[in-house]
């Protein structure tokens, strides 16, 4: 059964949590949906995790439809949202509308995702009266890494705990109908999910959230260049892969790869023929 808005809003009455991991690419995301994830993000992370950049900022248009178009041929169930990259809606509401449609039309993606809180509320407003349905995303914003100075937890004093509350009240207040709260502490993180209607995402923000979301490169112990303190390796598959790698150097040097069985056949006077 497909992931909806509506199944997603039921999770959270329910008490049911949702579970959410990121994924670039077909292969990835057929094995996701065939373990029975309920949402894949498109996240603006691969900037990251795949084309290697440092953040989240180079990443563009083309690029996010051309990843999310990949993962929506790889899935059957789980709800796919693509995440707006830096610039394709902050300038204008129209930006957003557009860049937002370009989504839903050019990859087959179920909803979109974009960043912050009451500033982007007109946009969030204008992409659901469009029809597409939005997740919001407060706290650890990465788009905002040079206004919040690197990478850190966000919400820790009273005014910014504060103004996360009133973000989150504002995006479900212009249509949001769900949002990722990454990097802030459990207790404020349960607070807002216990203030608002629609299903908190977590990243880095305590078991007290609706659901979970992690990086799948992170979760499977893939990105070695940093581990955040949020991140569990659920499986060590970096590991496996180097050894695979190594396998397979190792036996075309020694000459035991290709082997008989990986060979094709063809009669032998034909060949002699050829001498
Ligand atoms: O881009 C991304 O992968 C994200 C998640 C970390 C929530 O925004």
Do not use: W
């Amino acid at each position: 059964m497909k992931t909806t808005v509506a199944t997603v809003r039921q999770q959270k009455k329910d008490g049911d949590k949702i579970t959410m991991l990121t994924a670039y690419d077909y292969s990835t995301a057929k094995l996701m949906d065939e373990a029975g994830i309920d949402m894949i993000l498109v996240g603006d992370s691969l900037g990251m995790v795949m084309l290697g950049y440092e953040d989240t900022l180079s990443v563009t248009m083309e690029d996010m439809l051309h990843h999310t178009r990949a993962v929506c041929r790889g899935t059957k169930n789980a709800m796919v949202v693509g995440d707006m990259p830096f610039m394709s809606y902050q300038a204008s509401v129209y930006d957003a509308v557009v860049n937002a449609g370009r989504f839903i039309k050019e990859t087959g993606c179920n909803a979109v995702k974009l960043e912050g809180g009451a500033a982007v509320c007109p946009q969030i407003k204008a992409i659901t009266e469009a029809g597409i349905p939005v997740m919001a995303h407060l706290g650890l914003t990465p788009q905002s890494v040079n206004a919040f100075g690197g990478f850190k937890v966000q919400g820790k004093s009273e005014e910014a705990a504060r103004k996360l509350v009133d973000d989150a009240k504002a995006i479900q207040e212009a249509g949001a109908f769900a949002v990722v709260l990454e990097c802030i502490p459990s207790k404020l993180a349960k607070l807002i999910s216990e203030t608002i209607q629609i299903p908190t995402i977590g990243i880095g923000a305590g078991a007290g959230c609706d659901g979970q979301v992690l990086v799948y490169q992170d979760m499977l112990a893939l990105f070695s260049d940093f581990k955040p303190k949020f991140v569990k390796h659920f499986a060590d598959v970096g590991s496996a892969m180097k050894e695979g790698f190594e396998g397979y150097i190792r036996e075309v040097k020694e000459g035991t790869f290709p082997a008989e069985e990986h060979s094709f056949k063809i009669a032998d006077d034909i060949i002699e023929k050829l001498y």
